[in-house]
């Protein structure tokens, strides 16, 4: 679409980067450090932010800082089921048969679990994405799970991955036992204003572009409009540069920024 124009060798902003290609925004590096800090005291964590906001990212980055003969990590992304379809998909992780009844099934992972840890010396991380969907039985069976030897020991560090609305659920009484077993808490705020130039600059060098392309204006208008979300800003910056090179010009300005939000809604 506009390859040619800019001479770019890929679609700067419509793919996902691999872990070492990652722009060091501030959200994910502290999003790192306090990930690495949950590993250290093998507990519950809870990650949140809004839809694009880097929280998938934060994960990815995660995993391939990991030593595979260290930790195991368990992603899981049902959750919208029931405990049992839970268990299900954690057993499935864990490589073991589907047990017939909730309490097997919770013990099985269980020994397993504690295999692990102590004869395998791999550390579990179980990582459940879009835990806002998660049922309140399932969140309380969750932390049950990382209850061992009435709480003398640490087996099993689990991070609930989901939207603002996640952190909201959790503070209510319901789940006030959950809540104070948190021991790390970050919520993801996108990138700063002064940041976006940087992480702009920082995808073009990747496909081959060392000018600027967009006006400082217009990255004030993208910023505004994407409020330094990651996904709205690729998806604005992806389509005012199709607008750029509709209009044959060199840089990306203001009109063509507009021309972009009118294709999509960010």
Request: one cysteine or more; proline letters at 3%.
């Amino acid at each position: 679409m506009y390859l040619t124009h800019f001479g770019l060798t890929h679609y700067p902003f419509e793919r996902d980067l691999q872990p070492d290609e990652l722009f060091a925004s501030t959200s994910l590096r502290e999003a790192h450090a306090r990930l690495n800090h949950l590993i250290e005291l093998r507990g519950i964590g809870l990650m949140t932010g809004e839809v694009g906001s880097g929280k998938t990212t934060a994960c990815r980055q995660l995993a391939a800082c990991l030593h595979a003969g260290l930790y195991r990590l368990l992603y899981v992304t049902l959750s919208t089921g029931n405990v049992m379809d839970m268990y299900k998909s954690i057993a499935c992780e864990l490589g073991l048969p589907i047990e017939r009844n909730r309490s097997m099934a919770f013990r099985s992972l269980q020994t397993e679990i504690t295999r692990l840890a102590s004869e395998a010396r791999q550390q579990p991380i179980l990582v459940v994405d879009e835990a806002h969907h998660l049922r309140n039985e399932v969140l309380e069976d969750l932390r049950l799970l990382t209850n061992y030897a009435m709480d003398a020991e640490r087996r099993l560090c689990l991070l609930l991955v989901g939207l603002t609305e996640l952190r909201r659920r959790l503070a209510m009484a319901v789940h006030e036992s959950l809540e104070q077993r948190i021991v790390v808490n970050y919520h993801f705020a996108g990138f700063a204003r002064d940041e976006l130039p940087a992480y702009l600059s920082h995808r073009l060098q990747l496909a081959g572009c060392t000018l600027p392309l967009f006006e400082p204006a217009a990255i004030e208008a993208l910023f505004q409009a994407s409020q330094g979300l990651p996904r709205k800003v690729n998806r604005a910056a992806h389509y005012a540069l199709s607008a750029a090179a509709l209009s044959k010009t060199q840089r990306v300005s203001v009109e063509h920024i507009q021309s972009a939000l009118d294709e999509f809604r960010p």
